[in-house]
């Protein structure tokens, strides 16, 4: 698929106490108060969920799932979402090679017509700024990012300070290791700017000198009140973490498999041994996975470990919250 470079502009409508009709591309959208708004509704989400309750809310409207990227959780967890809520859905995973895209059909054409068959747009696609220039061209029904490229990945970010609130009850005063690919995980990106909303949260960054965080974006997080600290060894990472988060690295990001390999070739492994060594018995372990070598299985069993239990899950409750609201009907 040849990639179109997307201009990232800040014309995004702010939240601002009201989701109804907004799109859903960048955490810079919240304040928050949004996030303390949201955090209620997840729960709400989550009670109908475990109890199998039968839910009415999307009765009668068609979501489109516009997947350019491969996805397990979040495509999943979004159809998922729609379904418990009673919605439908127009999936299409692949569509540059599905759809009329393999025909050159624009990006932008894309979007108005999946718009015209839908209440709204969830889209992944490998390039920054898509889910900007989608909500762009999509000019009646919002656009929620589901990933575009190493920029953003919204709703999961929401979906981890779910986790991490559930677990402690709260988002400010919080210290966390953020480790991995640090300068391709939008994970990451969208979970700075979600820790930076709050008070007093530190981070330690652990990566390959190569993958460290871009400076311009390092230089935004820690104007607006985020702690960052940047750390070149497992020895530097603090005893009082509340989470570590792990990321994969993201080899389909490298220009050359050489590049990557040189990288990956240094173990960046969470063991038994690395988490009883450097996490307290409080820390929770969380990763947006896949992990492709990042967490080591021995490690699933421990109570600590979040990342196959209560964070996949919390995809689906903090979906189905997002998609209710944006479309007016929580
Ligand atoms: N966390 C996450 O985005 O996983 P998928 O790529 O499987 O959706």
């Known amino acids: 698929m040849s990639q179109v470079a997307f201009r990232i502009r800040n014309e995004l409508a702010m939240i601002n106490g009201d989701f109804c009709g907004k799109d859903i591309v960048s ?180 990566s390959p000198p190569q993958l460290r965080l871009d400076r311009s974006d390092l230089a935004q997080f820690v104007k607006r009140g985020l702690r960052i600290i940047e750390i070149d060894s497992e020895k530097d990472i603090p005893h009082d973490c509340q989470f570590w988060y792990w990321t994969r690295i993201q080899k389909e990001r490298f220009a050359s498999l050489d590049a990557y390999a040189e990288i990956v070739a240094k173990n960046f492994t969470v063991t038994p041994s690395l988490l009883d060594t450097y996490a307290s018995k409080n820390t929770i372990l969380m990763d947006p996975l896949p992990r492709v070598g990042t967490i080591d299985p021995a490690v699933d069993d421990d109570e600590r470990a979040v990342y196959l239990r209560s964070q996949i899950r919390n995809g689906l409750y903090t979906r189905m919250a997002l998609l209710a609201l944006i479309l007016g009907k929580a």
Do not use: C, W
């Open 27 to 206: 955490l810079d959208q919240f304040a928050r108060q949004d996030i303390e708004y949201l955090l209620p509704v997840i729960q709400h989400m989550k009670n109908l969920a475990v109890n199998h309750e039968v839910s009415h809310l999307l009765a009668g409207h068609l979501i489109s799932l516009l997947f350019f990227e491969p996805s397990s959780r979040t495509f999943s967890s979004f159809a998922a979402a729609v379904k418990r809520l009673g919605g439908q859905t127009i999936e299409i995973q692949n569509p540059e090679t599905v759809s009329s895209v393999s025909k050159g059909e624009s990006f932008e054409d894309t979007i108005r017509v999946f718009e015209a068959y839908s209440s709204a747009i969830v889209l992944r696609h490998p390039v920054p700024g898509s889910a900007r220039a989608a909500a762009r061209a999509a000019k009646d029904i919002p656009v929620v990012n589901a990933g575009d490229g190493n920029n953003e990945h919204p709703t999961q970010t929401l979906l981890d300070m779910y986790t991490i609130y559930e677990q402690f009850g709260r988002l400010d005063h919080l210290t966390g290791l953020l480790a991995g690919d640090v300068f391709n995980s939008r994970t990451l990106h969208s979970l700075m700017r979600g820790l930076s909303l709050f008070n007093n949260n530190i981070v330690y960054l652990l």
